[in-house]
């Protein structure tokens, strides 16, 4: 397979070029969006145009492996659980803490539209209670137990860019989900939240939200097979009545759990296990130490034995499991945004990307072309013109995954709080969106006199 620089290169040389960095005024569709058909939101239409291509991986399971590997060696913002220190001196921890919890530099509000002053601020510091933190440190190995919220400041209060405006909590970092591994590093001034390591990102989270034990047995009960990978949007366990903690449990796309090893003709929960799928989960005993307990999910969960072959008919599919779901910034809304959208579409076939967009857009582990002021229109255009299907373009603070190209255009999948064009009437048009759209990209307008291909930071190609 071509390079991603080398098909740039191509597409210049054979002047497969598409004129895209000052889109022409376009006309709405059917839908009200410009250049979006009915049939583009069938994940159908998309992998019946790519013929034989459709199931042919971009990579085999070794493959990936040894990608994901050399994310961990090559970049900084991921790392391996497993080989996390035993020990660490207070002021790494203190520092980690301080860089997560920093007071922003612009105004926050409340969700009442009252302004964040100093004494609130210096009240959140309070809480972090550094003053606590020892010379040197034994993190807690843990495991999460249910899907929880990755905060800037040991708080649930939401604070926001303006008043009124409720969509964005920027208290909200990302979120872990049921068996991500954690250590604990430090607990805040009231004991109810901590702040916790994890493969992706440093921050706090509700501690009654993860079990602590030992390394060997959460090293042993992630790596235990056989065991089942959640490829639907989400999956949810059978409600039971014995077991809160496990009953109607939010699984995410991208989730492995170990299949229950249990005994013959054993019931899980008072129901039997032969029309469902036995898996174990992770549960907080009383006193916070790690359980292991049974759970079902329905025999008609979107789950499976692997993860999915790396297609682009796969790539199209797991996307378009999204389409429709409510934005959520950080994970919030019990939903995800632009990156943990694509992060867990890949990583539903087994390959692991970074946690935010300034992060995978420039990690040394993948293949990418970087763009910057300089770039000129040409360059642009060749770049849009190769994208190939589960290609991923970034621009400042947001990403898009392509889906494919029709009738001269360059079709993405993106989870998006909205997106401009220009109408047919020359005048701006600004979407509001909040949830996983499908659009061309080439008509995009970042801004009335921007295109959003001249705002193009990046492309990468995972393979």
Request: charged fraction near 20%.
């Amino acid at each position: 397979m071509l390079a991603l620089a080398s098909l740039v290169l191509l597409a210049v040389a054979t002047g497969h070029v598409q004129a895209t960095s000052h889109p022409a005024p376009a006309a709405r569709s059917e839908l009200g969006i410009v250049g979006l058909q009915t049939r583009h939101l069938d994940p159908a239409h998309w992998v019946a145009r790519l013929g034989a291509d459709a199931d042919i991986p971009y990579l085999d399971p070794t493959a990936i492996a040894a990608l994901n590997a050399r994310l961990v060696a090559e970049d900084d913002s991921v790392r391996d659980m497993a080989g996390f220190p035993r020990t660490l001196e207070g002021a790494a921890i203190r520092a980690w803490i301080e860089k997560a919890s920093a007071r922003p530099s612009a105004d926050r509000y409340d969700a009442a539209g009252r302004r964040l002053d100093a004494a609130d601020f210096a009240a959140l510091e309070r809480s972090l209670a550094l003053e606590a933190i020892p010379a040197e440190a034994t993190p807690q190995p843990g495991l999460v137990v249910e899907r929880a919220a990755l905060r800037a400041f040991p708080t649930r209060e939401r604070v926001f860019s303006r008043p009124g405006d409720l969509d964005i909590d920027r208290f909200q970092e990302s979120a872990l989900f049921p068996g991500d591994a954690v250590a604990v590093l430090h607990t805040s001034a009231d004991g109810a939240w901590a702040f916790v390591a994890s493969d992706r990102y440093l921050a706090w989270m509700e501690r009654d939200k993860l079990a602590t034990g030992t390394a060997a047995e959460i090293d042993a009960w992630r790596t235990r097979t056989p065991a089942l990978f959640v490829t639907g949007a989400t999956a949810r366990t059978v409600f039971n009545p014995e077991r809160p903690d496990v009953s109607d449990l939010q699984l995410d796309m991208g989730v492995r759990v170990p299949r229950a090893v249990l005994p013959r003709d054993a019931l899980v929960h008072g129901q039997h296990p032969a029309f469902g799928h036995a898996i174990e989960l992770p549960a907080r005993r009383e006193d916070g130490t790690l359980a292991f307990v049974p759970a079902l999910l329905p025999r008609t969960a979107d789950v499976a034995d692997a993860p999915l072959p790396l297609t682009p008919a796969n790539l199209i599919r797991q996307s378009f499991k999204f389409l429709g779901e409510r934005y959520g910034w950080g994970h919030d809304f019990n939903a995800r945004d632009c990156s943990g959208f694509v992060a867990e579409i890949y990583r539903s076939m087994g390959l692991d990307m970074p946690r935010n967009t300034s992060d995978q857009s420039v990690s040394p582990a993948f293949d990418k072309t970087l763009f910057d002021a300089g770039t000129d229109s040409a360059a642009r255009e060749a770049a849009v013109a190769a994208l190939q299907i589960g290609d991923l373009v970034y621009i400042p603070g947001h990403v898009m995954m392509v889906i494919g190209h029709e009738d001269g255009m360059t079709y993405v999948i993106h989870d998006t709080a909205g997106f401009g064009y220009t109408g047919a009437d020359g005048d701006y048009v600004r979407v509001p969106v909040y949830g996983v759209a499908v659009t061309p990209l080439e008509p995009l307008m970042s801004d009335a006199g921007t295109s959003t291909i001249d705002r193009i930071t990046s492309i990468v190609r995972l393979r």
